[in-house]
């Protein structure tokens, strides 16, 4: 029954996670009153995450939605960004972590706002220094914290105007190069409990499946508000669980 839980779990935050990123707020608080330990579950994630992040970017890419030469440089920066952010994490508080997270989401709430991108362009990705600094930045929260790492880029994504299924792909492009080397991380000590993390793996892929399709006719005026929505709930939860 365990196993069919995760499933159904995997399903359901990935596809929330592949149309506005925040699917760490239900795989990961529902692991772990699972009775799930806390790394046991966060490497679950990870492995689930660098697979399943990688399938909808190669259907996207098969699709002919992205290109090769435009995101392959999105990987070593994302790599980058998350070695960085992992080297802060262990020089800095919890307590302060959790403060950058709120603060950053609370900044990129706000933003949605008053930003003019709305995913409507039609332009490829560049790299100059506005989208590698963002890419780097956002990399080093993911090292950092995490949650809300997907939403971040989407909303850079979307001041830089591009598509939002282009958006999406590079968005699943970054996740599989953060999480690649966080979940190696996690194979080598011995923290998968690997029953669980296939469980939740085999959820995600199907739930990557789903969220890419309806990713591909999903109306872009209606990609803001849902992102609002997600943000909205990150940081409550954030807030919640770590502030109160």
């Given at each position: 029954m365990e196993y069919i839980i995760l499933f159904i779990v995997g399903i359901c935050a990935t596809t929330l996670g592949t149309l506005a990123g925040g699917g760490g707020l239900i795989n990961l608080p529902i692991m772990l009153i699972m009775g799930i330990p806390v790394h046991s579950a966060i490497g679950?994630?990870?492995?689930?995450?660098?697979?399943?992040?990688?399938?909808s970017f190669f259907y996207l890419l098969k699709k002919k939605e992205i290109s090769l030469k435009?995101?392959?440089w999105i990987i070593p920066?994302?790599?980058?960004?998350g070695i960085s952010g992992g080297f802060i994490a262990s020089r800095i508080s919890g307590e302060s972590m959790y403060i950058i997270a709120i603060v950053l989401l609370i900044f990129a709430f706000v933003v949605s706002f008053i930003g003019k991108g709305d995913?409507?362009?039609k332009e490829p990705l560049k790299f100059n220094k506005i989208s590698a600094t963002g890419l780097y930045s956002i990399g080093i929260y993911d090292g950092l914290f995490g949650p809300g790492q997907g939403t971040l880029?989407?909303?850079l994504f979307g001041y830089l105007n591009l598509a939002y299924i282009r958006a999406v792909a590079l968005v699943r492009l970054a996740t599989f190069s953060s999480c690649f080397g966080a979940a190696a991380t996690y194979i080598a000590t011995g923290k998968i409990i690997w029953p669980i993390a296939l469980s939740l793996l085999l959820g995600s892929l199907?739930?990557?499946q789903i969220g890419v399709r309806i990713a591909q006719n999903l109306k872009p005026q209606y990609i803001k508000p849902?992102?609002?929505?997600?943000?909205a709930a990150l940081i409550v939860q954030i807030f919640a669980e770590n502030v109160l």
């Open positions: 679950a994630n990870k492995v689930s995450n660098t697979v399943s992040s990688f399938s435009e995101s392959f920066v994302s790599i980058c960004g995913f409507s362009g880029l989407l909303y199907t739930g990557e849902i992102l609002r929505i997600v943000t």
